[in-house]
């Protein structure tokens, strides 16, 4: 199947600082989704961004599918930033959204005052 | 706004129960899934479905089934509960790809999860 690998696996900032998590998939995709994981477990949706660039505030992400990877950006972090975010994806072969997620193992981002 | 709710937040049973985890979402979502979070494991597919009585395995369905007679309703059924299925538990709808909306067609929305351990 689809591998999904995330980098860097952790990352420690102090408050202010940007950062840019990555995300490497192994094969074309029609859905791929950025999610912040909170410390209760909700998956927070981001972006959904197979391809293309979007922003929302202070995060933004661009997917560059022909070259299969993706970035998520989070500038003047705050603390409130901190947890675990997961990039998933849909393989193109899939047929669409019936099929479920892949997930990377996730990016573990602490923001420190 | 999209919501996807579960039963319960925090579930302890017995090895040996049967156990339902209940999952609604109120967007007239087709698709319905159900997935199992474990450190070091990541996240992983158990079941999904794609219209009512309509059922499909994912990576791991060992040890569960499903049902959906209602749309909006997709439940997990642990038939003889085990402690290796200790874990975080995390539902999810979306909309199918045709009918949706060509920017979200696809978009899983998740639920805030049930953790559940089995003793």
């Known amino acids: 199947g689809i591998q999904v690998e995330q980098s860097p696996p952790d990352l420690i900032l102090q408050e202010g600082a940007n950062s840019t998590l990555r995300c490497n998939f192994s094969?074309?995709?029609?859905?791929l989704q950025w999610f912040h994981q909170n410390p209760w477990g909700q998956l927070i949706n981001l972006f959904y961004?197979?391809?293309g660039t979007k922003q929302n505030g202070r995060l933004s992400a661009t997917t560059v599918a022909t070259e299969r990877y993706s970035l998520l950006y989070i500038s003047s972090s705050q603390t409130t930033d901190s947890g675990v975010y997961f990039c998933a994806v849909t393989p193109m072969y899939s047929g669409g959204g019936a099929d479920g997620l892949t997930f990377g193992k996730g990016t573990h981002l602490i923001i420190q005052p | 706004d999209v919501k996807v709710t579960q039963s319960s937040r925090y579930l302890v049973k017995r090895t040996g129960e049967k156990v339902f985890l209940e999952c609604v979402q109120d967007?007239?979502?087709?698709?319905m899934f159900w997935y199992r979070q474990d450190p070091g494991l990541g996240l992983r597919l158990i079941y999904f479905s794609y219209d009512v009585k309509m059922k499909e395995k994912g990576d791991i369905p060992e040890g569960y089934s499903v049902s959906r007679e209602k749309k909006e309703r997709f439940s997990l059924i642990l038939e003889s509960a085990s402690t290796n299925q200790t874990s975080m538990y995390l539902c999810?709808?979306?909309?199918?790809?045709?009918?949706?909306?060509?920017?979200?067609?696809?978009?899983?929305?998740f639920g805030p999860g049930t953790r559940l351990t089995v003793l």
């Open positions: 999810a709808s979306s909309p199918r790809v045709a009918g949706g909306d060509p920017n979200h067609s696809g978009t899983q929305y």
């Open positions: 967007m007239d979502h087709e698709n």
């Open positions: 961004i197979p391809s």
């Open positions: 094969d074309s995709v029609n859905n």
